[in-house]
Protein backbone atom coordinates (compact mmCIF):
# COMPACT_ATOMS: atom_id res chain seq x y z
CA UNK A 1 0.00 0.00 0.00
CA UNK A 2 1.42 3.12 -0.92
CA UNK A 3 1.40 6.62 1.43
CA UNK A 4 -0.72 7.93 -1.64
CA UNK A 5 -3.67 5.52 -1.13
CA UNK A 6 -3.44 5.88 2.70
CA UNK A 7 -4.24 10.05 2.37
CA UNK A 8 -7.99 9.78 1.29
CA UNK A 9 -8.50 7.69 4.34
CA UNK A 10 -6.97 10.25 6.54
CA UNK A 11 -9.20 12.83 4.31
CA UNK A 12 -12.28 11.03 5.60
CA UNK A 13 -11.08 11.00 9.07
CA UNK A 14 -10.50 15.05 9.22
CA UNK A 15 -11.16 16.52 5.67
CA UNK A 16 -8.53 19.12 4.76
CA UNK A 17 -11.16 21.54 3.45
CA UNK A 18 -12.29 21.39 7.55
CA UNK A 19 -9.03 23.14 8.11
CA UNK A 20 -8.96 26.62 9.54
CA UNK A 21 -7.30 29.43 6.85
CA UNK A 22 -4.04 29.52 9.51
CA UNK A 23 -3.27 26.59 9.67
CA UNK A 24 -0.88 23.70 8.13
CA UNK A 25 -2.20 20.30 7.54
CA UNK A 26 -2.00 17.16 5.66
CA UNK A 27 1.22 15.80 4.03
CA UNK A 28 4.23 17.78 4.94
CA UNK A 29 6.97 16.13 4.46
CA UNK A 30 7.64 12.72 2.31
CA UNK A 31 6.79 10.99 -1.29
CA UNK A 32 3.12 10.22 -1.88
CA UNK A 33 4.72 7.19 -4.21
CA UNK A 34 6.57 5.76 -1.59
CA UNK A 35 5.10 2.05 0.13
CA UNK A 36 4.08 2.42 3.58
CA UNK A 37 5.50 0.16 5.84
CA UNK A 38 3.60 1.51 9.14
CA UNK A 39 2.32 4.44 10.44
CA UNK A 40 3.02 5.53 13.83
CA UNK A 41 0.55 7.97 15.54
CA UNK A 42 1.60 10.60 17.95
CA UNK A 43 0.62 14.08 19.58
CA UNK A 44 4.06 16.23 18.12
CA UNK A 45 5.94 14.47 15.56
CA UNK A 46 9.15 15.63 17.32
CA UNK A 47 12.88 14.65 16.79
CA UNK A 48 12.20 12.15 19.01
CA UNK A 49 9.05 10.46 17.80
CA UNK A 50 10.93 10.37 14.73
CA UNK A 51 13.27 7.99 16.05
CA UNK A 52 10.72 5.81 17.68
CA UNK A 53 9.30 5.51 14.01
CA UNK A 54 12.98 4.59 12.70
CA UNK A 55 12.82 1.96 15.25
CA UNK A 56 9.72 0.36 15.06
CA UNK A 57 10.03 0.67 11.24
CA UNK A 58 7.27 3.50 10.25
CA UNK A 59 8.21 5.34 7.41
CA UNK A 60 4.39 7.50 8.05
CA UNK A 61 3.91 9.46 10.58
CA UNK A 62 0.44 10.95 11.72
CA UNK A 63 0.45 13.99 14.06
CA UNK A 64 -2.46 16.04 15.85
CA UNK A 65 0.00 19.20 15.83
CA UNK A 66 1.73 20.34 12.13
CA UNK A 67 5.63 20.09 12.90
CA UNK A 68 5.36 22.58 10.17
CA UNK A 69 3.50 25.52 11.00
CA UNK A 70 4.83 28.72 9.74
CA UNK A 71 7.34 28.81 6.74
CA UNK A 72 10.79 27.60 6.66
CA UNK A 73 13.48 29.33 4.85
CA UNK A 74 15.89 27.51 5.87
CA UNK A 75 16.71 24.05 7.51
CA UNK A 76 19.99 23.52 8.89
CA UNK A 77 18.96 21.54 12.17
CA UNK A 78 19.66 24.83 14.32
CA UNK A 79 15.89 24.32 16.27
CA UNK A 80 13.71 21.18 17.23
CA UNK A 81 11.01 21.80 14.41
CA UNK A 82 14.55 21.66 11.89
CA UNK A 83 15.70 19.05 13.23
CA UNK A 84 12.70 17.08 13.35
CA UNK A 85 12.26 17.70 9.71
CA UNK A 86 15.72 16.98 8.76
CA UNK A 87 15.68 13.57 10.24
CA UNK A 88 13.19 12.52 8.39
CA UNK A 89 13.81 13.58 4.90
CA UNK A 90 16.96 11.57 5.97
CA UNK A 91 15.01 8.25 6.84
CA UNK A 92 12.34 8.85 3.82
CA UNK A 93 9.94 9.35 6.64
CA UNK A 94 6.59 11.06 5.96
CA UNK A 95 4.71 13.14 7.94
CA UNK A 96 1.13 13.91 8.05
CA UNK A 97 -0.81 16.63 10.43
CA UNK A 98 -4.17 16.50 10.85
CA UNK A 99 -5.12 19.56 13.99
CA UNK A 100 -7.97 21.95 12.83
CA UNK A 101 -9.39 19.45 10.23
CA UNK A 102 -9.96 17.28 13.36
CA UNK A 103 -10.84 19.91 15.43
CA UNK A 104 -13.59 20.73 12.94
CA UNK A 105 -15.17 17.49 12.75
CA UNK A 106 -18.00 16.17 14.48
CA UNK A 107 -16.57 13.40 15.50
CA UNK A 108 -12.88 14.74 16.20
CA UNK A 109 -11.25 16.61 19.06
CA UNK A 110 -13.89 18.13 20.99
CA UNK A 111 -16.06 15.06 20.58
CA UNK A 112 -13.61 12.93 21.80
CA UNK A 113 -13.04 15.02 25.21
CA UNK A 114 -17.27 15.39 25.44
CA UNK A 115 -17.08 11.36 25.67
CA UNK A 116 -13.91 11.42 27.78
CA UNK A 117 -16.48 13.47 30.26
CA UNK A 118 -19.32 11.39 29.52
CA UNK A 119 -21.56 14.46 27.85
CA UNK A 120 -24.81 14.05 26.32
CA UNK A 121 -26.54 16.04 23.90
CA UNK A 122 -23.50 17.75 22.23
CA UNK A 123 -23.70 19.74 19.80
CA UNK A 124 -21.10 22.33 17.74
CA UNK A 125 -19.96 25.69 19.91
CA UNK A 126 -18.97 27.78 17.28
CA UNK A 127 -20.36 26.62 14.07
CA UNK A 128 -17.98 27.06 10.90
CA UNK A 129 -19.00 30.37 8.95
CA UNK A 130 -18.59 31.19 5.28
CA UNK A 131 -18.89 27.44 4.46
CA UNK A 132 -22.27 26.64 2.42
CA UNK A 133 -23.02 27.71 -0.77
CA UNK A 134 -26.22 27.30 -2.71
CA UNK A 135 -26.37 25.71 -6.44
CA UNK A 136 -29.67 27.06 -8.32
CA UNK A 137 -29.69 25.39 -12.19
CA UNK A 138 -33.16 24.89 -14.78
CA UNK A 139 -33.46 22.12 -16.61
CA UNK A 140 -36.74 20.24 -18.47
CA UNK A 141 -38.77 17.04 -16.10
CA UNK A 142 -37.50 14.83 -18.23
CA UNK A 143 -33.97 15.24 -17.25
CA UNK A 144 -34.85 16.17 -13.51
CA UNK A 145 -34.23 12.88 -11.70
CA UNK A 146 -31.29 11.99 -13.38
CA UNK A 147 -29.61 15.72 -13.16
CA UNK A 148 -30.47 16.10 -9.04
CA UNK A 149 -29.41 11.84 -8.38
CA UNK A 150 -26.07 13.04 -9.89
CA UNK A 151 -25.95 16.45 -8.15
CA UNK A 152 -26.69 14.44 -4.46
CA UNK A 153 -24.03 11.73 -5.72
CA UNK A 154 -21.28 14.77 -5.75
CA UNK A 155 -22.37 15.61 -1.98
CA UNK A 156 -25.32 18.58 -2.38
CA UNK A 157 -28.31 18.04 -0.88
CA UNK A 158 -26.70 17.46 3.14
CA UNK A 159 -28.19 19.38 5.58
CA UNK A 160 -27.61 18.17 8.99
CA UNK A 161 -28.73 14.96 9.94
CA UNK A 162 -30.63 14.84 6.05
CA UNK A 163 -29.52 13.82 2.77
CA UNK A 164 -30.62 14.60 -1.05
CA UNK A 165 -32.42 17.51 0.19
CA UNK A 166 -33.55 20.19 -2.61
CA UNK A 167 -36.29 22.18 -4.01
CA UNK A 168 -37.81 22.54 -7.20
CA UNK A 169 -40.09 24.62 -8.78
CA UNK A 170 -41.82 25.09 -12.20
CA UNK A 171 -41.70 27.39 -14.20
CA UNK A 172 -41.29 28.81 -17.81
CA UNK A 173 -37.73 29.34 -19.70
CA UNK A 174 -37.00 30.79 -22.86
CA UNK A 175 -34.50 31.21 -25.50
CA UNK A 176 -33.52 31.41 -28.71
CA UNK A 177 -29.95 30.18 -30.28
CA UNK A 178 -28.00 31.52 -32.80
CA UNK A 179 -26.32 29.98 -35.53
CA UNK A 180 -23.63 28.08 -33.96
CA UNK A 181 -26.26 26.53 -31.32
CA UNK A 182 -27.57 23.08 -31.02
CA UNK A 183 -30.42 23.33 -29.05
CA UNK A 184 -32.13 20.23 -27.18
CA UNK A 185 -35.35 21.63 -28.10
CA UNK A 186 -36.43 23.76 -31.00
CA UNK A 187 -33.98 24.71 -33.75
CA UNK A 188 -31.78 27.43 -34.80
CA UNK A 189 -33.36 31.21 -34.66
CA UNK A 190 -36.50 30.38 -33.05
CA UNK A 191 -37.89 31.37 -29.85
CA UNK A 192 -38.74 28.43 -27.35
CA UNK A 193 -40.67 29.15 -24.69
CA UNK A 194 -40.51 25.38 -22.55
CA UNK A 195 -41.36 24.14 -19.32
CA UNK A 196 -38.82 23.78 -16.77
CA UNK A 197 -38.12 23.18 -12.98
CA UNK A 198 -35.97 25.19 -10.95
CA UNK A 199 -33.70 22.64 -8.82
CA UNK A 200 -31.76 24.29 -5.73
CA UNK A 201 -28.95 22.72 -3.36
CA UNK A 202 -26.72 23.83 -0.79
CA UNK A 203 -23.45 21.87 -0.42
CA UNK A 204 -20.27 22.03 1.35
CA UNK A 205 -18.13 24.95 -0.49
CA UNK A 206 -14.87 22.56 -0.96
CA UNK A 207 -17.55 20.35 -3.15
CA UNK A 208 -18.07 23.35 -5.58
CA UNK A 209 -15.39 21.96 -8.45
CA UNK A 210 -17.19 18.22 -7.91
CA UNK A 211 -20.94 19.85 -8.11
CA UNK A 212 -20.09 21.45 -11.05
CA UNK A 213 -18.89 18.35 -13.08
CA UNK A 214 -22.07 16.34 -12.25
CA UNK A 215 -23.87 19.53 -13.39
CA UNK A 216 -22.13 20.15 -16.62
CA UNK A 217 -21.79 16.15 -17.24
CA UNK A 218 -25.88 15.36 -16.26
CA UNK A 219 -27.41 18.50 -17.78
CA UNK A 220 -29.20 18.10 -21.44
CA UNK A 221 -28.82 21.63 -22.37
CA UNK A 222 -26.20 22.72 -24.22
CA UNK A 223 -25.60 25.49 -22.32
CA UNK A 224 -26.04 25.15 -19.07
CA UNK A 225 -27.48 28.05 -16.93
CA UNK A 226 -26.70 28.03 -13.15
CA UNK A 227 -26.08 29.92 -9.95
CA UNK A 228 -23.95 29.79 -7.39
CA UNK A 229 -24.30 32.08 -4.19
CA UNK A 230 -22.57 31.98 -1.02
CA UNK A 231 -24.93 31.44 2.05
CA UNK A 232 -24.97 32.99 5.42
CA UNK A 233 -26.18 30.40 7.36
CA UNK A 234 -23.13 28.88 9.95
CA UNK A 235 -22.79 24.90 9.35
CA UNK A 236 -23.68 23.13 12.67
CA UNK A 237 -21.83 20.04 11.96
CA UNK A 238 -18.81 21.53 11.43
CA UNK A 239 -16.61 24.26 13.76
CA UNK A 240 -14.81 24.41 17.07
CA UNK A 241 -15.90 23.59 20.61
CA UNK A 242 -18.44 21.54 21.71
CA UNK A 243 -21.41 22.11 24.37
CA UNK A 244 -22.94 19.21 26.41
CA UNK A 245 -24.46 17.62 29.16
CA UNK A 246 -23.73 15.44 32.56
CA UNK A 247 -26.52 13.17 33.10
CA UNK A 248 -26.91 14.60 36.41
CA UNK A 249 -25.42 17.83 37.91
CA UNK A 250 -21.73 18.06 40.04
CA UNK A 251 -20.96 20.24 42.84
CA UNK A 252 -17.98 22.51 41.02
CA UNK A 253 -15.41 21.07 43.22
CA UNK A 254 -16.18 17.71 42.75
CA UNK A 255 -16.47 18.63 38.64
CA UNK A 256 -12.71 19.97 38.29
CA UNK A 257 -11.80 17.15 40.55
CA UNK A 258 -13.25 14.33 38.05
CA UNK A 259 -11.93 16.34 35.14
CA UNK A 260 -8.20 16.41 36.75
CA UNK A 261 -8.41 12.77 37.47
CA UNK A 262 -10.32 12.14 34.16
CA UNK A 263 -7.36 14.18 31.54
CA UNK A 264 -4.80 13.44 33.78
CA UNK A 265 -4.24 17.38 34.39
CA UNK A 266 -1.07 18.02 36.30
CA UNK A 267 -3.58 21.06 37.34
CA UNK A 268 -6.41 23.48 36.61
CA UNK A 269 -6.26 26.75 36.58
CA UNK A 270 -9.76 28.69 37.21
CA UNK A 271 -11.75 31.34 37.67
CA UNK A 272 -13.74 32.12 40.91
CA UNK A 273 -16.39 28.98 41.81
CA UNK A 274 -19.75 30.91 41.80
CA UNK A 275 -21.23 28.28 43.97
CA UNK A 276 -23.98 26.66 41.45
CA UNK A 277 -23.95 22.96 40.39
CA UNK A 278 -22.69 22.19 37.35
CA UNK A 279 -24.19 20.40 34.46
CA UNK A 280 -23.93 22.70 31.18
CA UNK A 281 -20.56 22.22 29.73
CA UNK A 282 -18.38 23.85 26.99
CA UNK A 283 -15.10 22.33 25.72
CA UNK A 284 -12.86 23.44 23.45
CA UNK A 285 -9.62 21.14 22.88
CA UNK A 286 -6.59 23.64 22.51
CA UNK A 287 -6.41 27.27 22.94
CA UNK A 288 -9.94 28.56 23.11
CA UNK A 289 -10.10 32.03 25.06
CA UNK A 290 -11.60 33.06 21.42
CA UNK A 291 -14.51 31.01 22.37
CA UNK A 292 -15.39 32.52 25.82
CA UNK A 293 -18.10 34.70 24.52
CA UNK A 294 -19.64 31.46 22.74
CA UNK A 295 -19.82 29.44 25.97
CA UNK A 296 -21.48 32.21 27.64
CA UNK A 297 -24.10 32.69 24.61
CA UNK A 298 -24.87 28.96 24.88
CA UNK A 299 -25.72 29.12 28.65
CA UNK A 300 -22.59 27.02 29.94
CA UNK A 301 -21.78 26.64 33.51
CA UNK A 302 -18.22 26.07 33.11
CA UNK A 303 -15.87 25.98 29.61
CA UNK A 304 -13.10 23.54 30.01
CA UNK A 305 -10.04 24.84 27.61
CA UNK A 306 -6.20 25.74 27.51
CA UNK A 307 -3.81 28.78 27.12
CA UNK A 308 -5.89 31.34 29.06
CA UNK A 309 -4.28 34.47 29.57
CA UNK A 310 -4.43 36.53 32.82
CA UNK A 311 -6.93 38.48 31.72
CA UNK A 312 -9.28 35.81 30.07
CA UNK A 313 -9.91 35.08 33.47
CA UNK A 314 -12.01 38.18 34.23
CA UNK A 315 -14.25 37.65 31.37
CA UNK A 316 -16.11 35.11 33.12
CA UNK A 317 -17.82 38.12 34.60
CA UNK A 318 -19.25 35.54 37.34
CA UNK A 319 -21.51 33.97 34.48
CA UNK A 320 -19.88 30.71 34.07
CA UNK A 321 -16.58 28.71 35.36
CA UNK A 322 -13.47 29.17 33.25
CA UNK A 323 -10.72 26.35 33.44
CA UNK A 324 -7.78 26.10 31.65
CA UNK A 325 -6.96 22.42 31.98
CA UNK A 326 -3.77 22.09 29.57
CA UNK A 327 -3.12 22.47 25.95
CA UNK A 328 -2.23 18.84 25.82
CA UNK A 329 -4.09 17.80 28.44
CA UNK A 330 -7.72 18.78 26.57
CA UNK A 331 -6.15 17.22 23.36
CA UNK A 332 -4.70 13.95 25.20
CA UNK A 333 -7.38 11.34 24.26
CA UNK A 334 -7.04 12.58 20.08
CA UNK A 335 -4.02 9.89 18.66
CA UNK A 336 -6.32 7.10 20.80
CA UNK A 337 -9.27 8.02 18.22
CA UNK A 338 -6.53 8.44 15.10
CA UNK A 339 -5.60 4.96 16.00
CA UNK A 340 -8.72 2.98 16.67
CA UNK A 341 -9.91 5.12 13.42
CA UNK A 342 -7.29 3.63 11.26
CA UNK A 343 -7.23 0.06 12.47
CA UNK A 344 -10.48 0.12 11.17
CA UNK A 345 -9.73 0.93 7.79
CA UNK A 346 -6.26 -0.59 6.95
CA UNK A 347 -5.75 -3.99 8.08
CA UNK A 348 -2.54 -5.10 6.10
CA UNK A 349 0.19 -3.37 8.20
CA UNK A 350 0.73 -2.03 11.75
CA UNK A 351 -0.54 1.26 12.71
CA UNK A 352 1.09 2.04 16.26
CA UNK A 353 0.24 4.43 18.91
CA UNK A 354 3.24 6.69 19.77
CA UNK A 355 4.79 5.76 23.24
CA UNK A 356 6.51 9.58 23.68
CA UNK A 357 5.07 11.67 26.28
CA UNK A 358 5.17 15.01 24.06
CA UNK A 359 3.90 17.43 26.28
CA UNK A 360 6.64 20.10 26.86
CA UNK A 361 4.43 21.46 30.18
CA UNK A 362 5.48 20.05 33.69
CA UNK A 363 4.43 20.11 37.19
CA UNK A 364 5.55 20.35 40.53
Same mark, same amino acid.
Given at each position: ????????????????????????????????????????????????????????????????????????????????????????????????????????????????????????????????????????????????? !????? /???? &???? @? *? #?????????????????????????????????????????????????????????????????????????????????????????????????????????????????????? !????? /???? &???? @? *? #???????????????????????????????????????????????????????????????????????
Amino acid at each position: MKIKEILPILEEMAPLAYAEDFDNVGLLVGDINAEATGILVCHDALENVIDEAIAKKCNLVVCFHPILFSGLKKITGKNYVERAVLKAIKNDIAIYAVHTALDNHKHGVNKIFCDALGLTNTKILVPKKNFIQKLVTYTIPENVE !QLRNA /LFDA &GAGK @I *G #NYEDCSFNSKGIGTYMGNEDSNPEIGQRFEFVENEEIKIEVTFEKHLQSKILQALFKNHVYEEVAYEIYELQNAHQNIGLGMIGELEKPMAETDFLAFVKDTMQCGGIRHSALLGKPI !QKIAV /LGGS &GSFA @I *G #NAKQAGADIFLTADLKYHNFYEAENQLVLADIGHFESERFTKNYIVDFLKEKILNFAIIFSEENTNPVKYL
